[in-house]
């Protein structure tokens, strides 16, 4: 039987610190700018204005904007982070006239590239009181996303991993989106390997792979209230349920080292 091979891009350990650099100015961006604007009645456009100032007193590149669109003639992504709303999985595009309201969730990614070295995460935010359901949700995507780093330092295949993120999430009444997956992360956002946060079931697209030392990856699950089937609206860009039903994104770029896995964008003394 063939097995997998090693990722083609396996880090060293000055590389991996220099990219905890990018990641740590990304958790600062979450914590220090996005966190404080979460509330009812800012739009979606201011913050998307912060973190562009942000990454530019910081001199660091934005990641998304204008990043390529996969739809033949399709803009590129215009913003520097997807906000999404709600029912909208990923890939939202902030706008001035797109206000927070109260008992919203808003899920944010964004990353940026700092001397060369990419950060990527997300995160789902409550806007003010939200429903026991919403609350529900957010629990279960940010669990299974520390789940999955947990097990990292546990497992040897990541498919190992990817069976007990799926089954936490259907543990929850929940389903896992499987139309967007992580990806391998270094120099560029998106690098060789993609990471699904479920076991692909037909194996010439099941891309396991090692779990080993220089390994850096973003590990990012979607996970929906309703059915896992996803549309994409005309703008060729905001995801969204096909129920209608709410969605939540958490991320961290994680990279596996001789200490076992270690998130790159944490806090300085490891927040989460």
Known sequence: MLMPRSPRQLRSAREIAAMRQAGLLVWQTFHNVIAPLIRPGVSTGEIDDAVARHFAAHRAEP???NFPNATPGGVPFPAVTCISLDAEVVHGIPSPRRKLAEGDIVSIDTGCKLRGWCGDAAVTFPVGTIDPLKQKLLQVTK???LLA????????????VAAEMEKFVRAHKFSVVEDFVGHSIGREMH???QVPNYVPRRVPRNPNFRLEEGLVIAVEPM?????????????????VTKDGKPSAHFEHTIAMTSNGPAVLTAGPNGEL
């Open 223 to 239: 996970v929906n209230v309703g059915a896992k089937t996803v549309k994409t609206l005309a703008d060729d860009w905001t995801v």
């Open 149 to 160: 780093i947990d097990l990292m330092g546990k497992k040897t295949w990541w498919n190992e």
């Open 191 to 193: 690098e060789d390997l």
């Open 143 to 145: 669990g299974v996303l």
């Open 63 to 65: 990641l998304f904007l």
